[in-house]
């Protein structure tokens, strides 16, 4: 399976930007999928998942500020971000729990990460 994430880009403060990240491939279904991020010199942090039924989970440094969503038949995550501050800089990656097969594991694949630079 193939994640591809888009979407990013530079930034004001206080823009806005959409995310997108699509799975392709030999895919039964998808359960979670979450979006991470990474600023330089710090490690990966969770942002938001969402679950194939909708249910949503975020980081509290998000919360308020960034919707995430996704489209079920179309196998893409998205990833609403408004009021964004310079703190928000970071590569942004999407990754999904994917099962190849009717009762086979779920396994986690990641996407390559798109650059979100806010700043004035």
């Known amino acids: 399976v193939q994640l591809q994430a888009f979407g990013g880009g530079l930034v004001q403060p206080g823009g806005s930007l959409r995310l997108s990240c699509a799975a392709s491939g030999s895919i039964f279904s998808i359960n979670a999928m979450r979006w991470y991020r990474q600023a330089p010199g710090k490690q990966r942090e969770f942002v938001a998942s969402i679950t194939s039924g909708g249910s949503t989970d975020y980081a509290d440094s998000v919360k308020g500020r960034f919707t995430i969503s996704r489209d079920n038949a179309e196998n893409t995550v998205y990833l609403q971000m408004d009021s964004l501050k310079a703190e928000d800089t970071a590569v942004y990656y999407c990754?999904?729990?994917?099962?190849?097969?009717?009762?086979?594991?779920?396994?986690?694949?990641w996407g390559q990460g798109t650059q979100v630079t806010v700043s004035s």
């Open positions: 990754n999904a729990g994917v099962r190849y097969n009717s009762g086979g594991p779920y396994y986690v694949s």
